[in-house]
Every structure is written in structure tokens, then in C-alpha cells.
């Protein structure tokens, strides 16, 4: 049984913040002058995922069926106030945390995941196939896949599949296959493996190889992050928070959270962009693309095989650093989110790895959940902002985009 | 409902497009836009793509006054399709010749994603030229910017249906349609981009579109220089526009 209230937080519809932003997005744009990459889309993706990733509706309806799965994986997730780590802190306001990790999968990647597959499956797709970094996506799809009753292959960063062998296991009682990525599935895989047979992979790389086999078999593409539907969906996380602040009489001072690609970010942020709520993105140091990063069109996929966008970028060839925090390690950010960094209207740290421990340990003592390794980023952010004299007497609410508790081997002993 | 084709020049050779020229005019439209070729048209699909690097190759100003100046004579309005990076810089000599050569007005594709700042001051100048700015609008345009542009240009409207020219994704063409004429009541609004059949005009033209844009799906006829193809495709947008 629900709770009629808990129903009644969850949105009857995506946000899509497109309409509101204060100038266009650019189209994206075809790598390959002679083919068109935006038509391959329509090999790929579910229909209604892409008429929702180009469409100017500021709401899309939710469906029943998704809204019963959401509740179902454990939606809404709880917003915390953090009263322990405000003591520790001494911080003379308030600290709220939207707990994602409260989810089945332990993160926010089930919210696009179950649309996507929703959708997949309404259209009569029988197998979806992804990628994965640090394993969180995948895990998502797995359960999405298999709660809309068709099969998951997901391919995973090959230094997280052997890194990570809970998070396989984990797909594979979901019902999913995975691959170690770079593999032998694929053409694009096979090349790179005859160039360095121990390649760690990448992100790009497994998106890449997910898209090749997609099309080799016919299959559809779930997404991620980055793209535009992927954030619309995302933006229950935001709606959701808006609700609960407004029913204990709150009002956000600021809004903080990690960026890997963007989608927690931008789904928790998004809704709140018309109010004069401050906006902070963490990225991580070792992956310095606000710092470092170049705004303009660049590759989601280090093949090239989808569609260039226009975002901030430190290249589709950039190599990250093995830093815990995987999901973190991806080298753009979503189009929307870099326009709203470059005209200011959403400000940015970059964080430590270092940093990002010492907050994951604040927070699991003060607290008593282990946050994820990217979501410590966000953390560090929350710690060093109300550290600050000016900051005193605020409302800080942050998105913990998931749980730890399957990368306690990065907990120092 | 109106009808606009476009045509980047001079495709595929000046001896062809002047036949296919000749041919379009024994039909009834009421804008022509042509196309400046140029070496990056990175928003248009493949197929307006290609057509840019023959043009280039074969393009003549003077020929280009000529064809202004005659559709011009059959009060047909001639408006370029350019982009600004093609310009940027240069404004005033460009513009003046443009304007010299008939021009009514421009389509500047890459402005308002490209060139965003820029915005107020070519509108500026075109109006001090006497030139036309047609917004293009997209999906992707946000609320506020369709009113601000709207609300600072005379002239009708082009609004991109798909995320490219000659590419076709789902889109809920009812939805575009009346999101825009919301947006900007009163105003002439011509969808282009991905358009290829009479169903999708009849369909366009009952939820309220003020015309249509066509320039991909006559392409092929021009590049194998079969007129017959290129009079019935034209034929069924007639059909299309006319509501048959």
C-alpha cells in the first residue's frame, strides 16, 4: 500500500526546460558530412524517447504504468534534513538532502531508465542494450528492462567490470548481460582491442560499442545522461523537491550537486530555474571541464557514430584519470546545463578526490548513510559553502545521486 | 496557404538550374529562397549538404541578380537563406548588394544559436538596408526569444519542424503548429524541414500552418536533371497547398 500522500508527490509530468531557457540551444550537428547521424536516431532510440528529446512542450504527460514503476522502486525519495552534519558544521542554517540512493538501484539512473524502457517495450522492442561506467546505468537499465519484460546487454568500462563484480552480478540477477568493454561484440571494440589488448576503456568507448551493436542487431539504445529527454526525465528528482520544501514552508537558498554528464544535476536543478535559488555544479578536479573544458560542438561518443552537441568539453578522446568516482569521469556535460554554466546563471566548483573522502566520511558519520563517490563531490561542495560566514542563515538542499554501499572498496582502511 | 521553395544556387550547374528556374516559375508560389552556398552549412541535412559544394563552385553573382530580379518581375518574393558566418563582419558590403540585387529579405539559420549577441545589431542593420530579417525558429528556440524576435521584426516566420533540413523524427506537428501561433498571434508562420508529402501539408494546413518550405525533396529531381520528376513533385505540393 502507498501512502495517498506519497502518490501525490510524485509529478503527472516531466519538466522540459527547452522553452524556458534564455536563448536556443543549438541543433545537434551531423559528425559525418556526407551521412546524417540525427536520422540513424531513428534506428535506435524508442519513437516517443525522440520525439520527446526534439520536442518544445514544457510538460510531457508521465504514464500510469511509469508512475506505478516509480512508486514501485521506491518514489518519491525522501527529503532529509541533515540536522547531525549542520551541528558538526556549525552551521547556522539548514541542510536538506534529496536521498536518490533511497532508490531499488541505489541511485537516480532508474528515473530515465524506466521510461525509456517503457517506451521500448510499448513499441514492441524485445532487447535494449547500454553502456555503463561505473556501473549505476547499467544496474538501472537491467531492472528497467526487466520490470517492462524485455532483456538487457549492457556494456560495462572494462576497468569497472573488474573493479565492480557486484555490479554484474547484480545485472545478471536483473536478468541482463554484460560485457567488459572494450570487447570483441563489436567491430569498434575489436579495433581497439588490437591496438592494446589490456585497454581499461572509457565511457565513450562503451557508448560506442552499445550504439554498434544496436544497430548490428536491430536493437534499441537506452541513454544515460547528456541528452535532452534523458534530463526531462530526470526532472521528477526537482519536482519532487519543490513539493516536499513546500509542504514544511522551506524555501531553497541553494541547490548543489554533482556533474558526471549532467542529468542528476540538471533534473534536481532544472525546476527551481525560474526562482532565485543559487545553483552549484561539482564536477571532479581530475575531470576539470568547467575549469578546462572548451564550449562548442563535440562528440558523445569517442566513435562518432551519434550526433555532435554543443556543450562545455574536454574532448572525446580526453582520457580520464582512474578516480573512484565513475560516473564523474565523462568529458562533457549536457547542452542545456553548459549553456545555463557559460551565461552564469548556474556557478560551479570541482572537487578532489581527497576532498570528496573526507566528505563521504563527514556524511556517513554524521549521517549514517555512505554516499556515493560522486556524490561526495557534491558534499564537499555543501561543506565548504557553509563553512563560509556569508552563507550563514541559508537553506542548502543537495541531490545525493546515490548510495555507496557497492564502492566501499574505495573506503581507506 | 502559402508555398516557399528553396533552392541553394546555382544547383547543380548555372545551364541546369536556369532550365529548372524557367520550370518553376509556369507554377504558382509566393516566396522563392535561395541559398548562398557556403563550406560549412552544418545545420542543413545530407542532401542540402551536397548541393552547397557544386554550387560554390559555379556560383555568379550576376546571374544571381538576374534570377532575383525576374522572379521579382513575376511579384515573386526572393529571400536568401545564408548564414552569418558567412557574413560576419562584412555586414554592410553584404547586405547592400543583397539588397541592390532585390532582395526582400534574409534567413540567418546560425544566429540565434551562434551568434545570440549579435542579434540586435543585424536586425539593425537590415533594417537600415530595408531588408527583411526571417526569424528561423526551431523547436529548440525558447519561449522568450520567439517573442523578443518577433516582436522586433516585420516579416513572416520560418519555423524548422524537424532538427534538420531533409530529416524527418517523430515531431508533434499539431503541437509546433500552435505552440508557435500562440507565441505570435497575427503573424504569417511557414514551416519548412523534412516536408515531402501531400498528407504531411494537409495535415500542416488544418492545424493552421500559413505555408510551407520545400527544398530537400526537389534536390534529387535537380541532380538527376529530370524535369518531369521535379514537375510532378512540385504538382503534388500544389495539390498539397491547395488542399486536392
Known sequence: MYEKAEEEIIPRKWYNIVPDLPEPLSPPRDHDPENSSINLLNKILPKEILRQEFTSSRYENIPDEVVEQYLQIGRPTPLIRAINMERLLNFKGKIFFKNEGATATGSHKINTALPQAYYAGREGVEEVVTETGAGQWGTATALAATLNRIKSTVFMVRVSYEQKPLRKKIIKLYGGSTYPSPSNMTEYGRSILSGNPDHPGTLGIAISEAVQYALDHGLKYMMGSVENSVITHQSIIGQETKKQLEAIGENADTLIGCVGGGSNFSGFTFPFVESSSEMIATAASEVPKFSKGNYGYDLIDTAGIMPELKMLSLGADFVPPSIYAGGLRYHGAAPALSLLIRNGRIKTDEVTEERSMQAMELFSRTQGIVPAPESSHAIATVIDYCRKPENQGKTVVFNLSGHGLLDLSVVRD | ?244
Open chain 2, 1 to 244: 496557404m502559402k508555398l516557399a521553395l528553396y533552392f541553394t544556387f546555382p544547383y547543380p550547374d548555372r545551364e541546369t538550374f536556369r532550365k529548372f528556374f524557367d520550370e518553376t516559375l509556369k507554377f504558382n508560389f509566393e516566396y522563392l529562397e535561395l541559398g548562398i552556398p557556403t563550406d560549412h552549412p552544418y545545420y542543413d541535412g545530407p542532401v542540402i549538404r551536397k548541393t552547397h559544394g557544386k554550387a560554390k563552385e559555379n556560383y555568379s553573382e550576376d546571374m544571381l541578380e538576374e534570377i532575383v530580379k525576374e522572379a521579382n518581375s513575376r511579384n515573386i518574393r526572393v529571400y536568401t537563406l545564408v548564414y552569418y558566418n558567412h557574413f560576419v563582419g562584412r555586414e554592410g558590403e553584404f547586405l547592400g548588394k543583397l539588397k541592390s540585387m532585390g532582395f526582400s529579405g534574409a534567413i540567418v539559420p546560425d544566429l540565434l544559436t551562434d551568434y545570440f549577441s549579435e542579434r540586435n545589431q543585424l536586425i539593425s542593420k537590415m533594417d537600415k538596408f530595408g531588408m527583411a530579417l526571417i526569424p528561423f525558429f526551431t523547436s529548440s528556440t525558447p519561449d522568450s526569444v520567439i517573442r523578443d524576435i518577433a516582436g522586433k521584426t516585420n516579416g513572416w516566420i520560418y519555423h524548422g519542424l524537424q532538427p534538420s533540413t531533409g530529416i524527418k523524427v517523430p515531431v508533434s506537428t499539431d503541437l509546433i503548429v500552435s505552440r508557435i501561433k500562440e507565441l505570435c498571434p497575427g503573424r504569417e508562420v511557414i514551416f519548412g524541414f523534412g516536408i515531402n508529402s501531400k498528407d504531411e501539408i494537409i495535415d500542416l494546413k488544418k492545424s493552421g500552418a500559413d505555408g510551407i518550405a520545400i527544398g530537400s525533396t526537389l534536390v534529387p529531381c535537380m541532380e538527376s536533371m529530370d524535369l518531369d520528376c521535379f514537375r510532378s513533385k512540385i504538382r503534388m505540393l500544389e495539390e498539397g497547398v491547395n488542399g486536392i
